[in-house]
């Protein structure tokens, strides 16, 4: 892959206003390999479970990213990125940590870095780690703010995705509205929406 081109990848990747399910238990990958997303966000598995998680997610056609923050079993490290790289081959990986964005970039996968935003201090330094990480999409945690995702989307030039918190059709549809490329739900119950889109 060619880095110059991640984020139309990325925006490929996602679709317009994409439904992202992701799976946070394991016995949930199978109802989100049956919606018609483009993509999941995993968070479910370990070391040893991840390998086979992603093959299955790419043999339906669809883009995995790895939240690498929450699988069990390895660092966080230079090694472990790399290792996910070249033996798990994941679409990419999402995480608050900006050195696995950095890592993750130079092994050719696409990086989402998680904002938490907690108040206008949180917001200020996120979109500062932004700017000298370069993700190729955020996420931005919760995603019931639709004021302040109007008010990223208007600064930044990559994706963002409106994530946590989204519990009511209501709640994805604002997220749009203000300017969201993609919802990430863990909620199953709002995944068939994306077959909807």
Known sequence: MVRGDCVKDLRQCLGKKA??????KQEDLPAALETKASCLFLVAGDITTIKRDVRLIRERGKAC?????FIDGHGSDRATVRYIAREVKPTGLVTIK????KYAKREGLLAIQNLFLLDSQAIKTGLHS????????????PGIMP?????????????????????????????????AAAAAVGRKALWPIANQI
């Open 130 to 141: 932004t700017r000298k990480y370069a993700p190729d999409g955020l996420e931005i945690l």
């Open 19 to 24: 439904i992202i399910p992701v799976v946070r």
């Open 98 to 101: 900006n050195h696995l964005l």
């Open 65 to 69: 990213f790895l939240y690498i923050d």
């Open 147 to 179: 004021r302040v995702i109007r008010e990223i989307v208007e600064v930044v030039s990559i994706p963002v995705i409106a994530g946590g918190l989204l519990e009511k059709p209501e709640d994805l549809l604002a997220a749009f509205r203000a300017g």
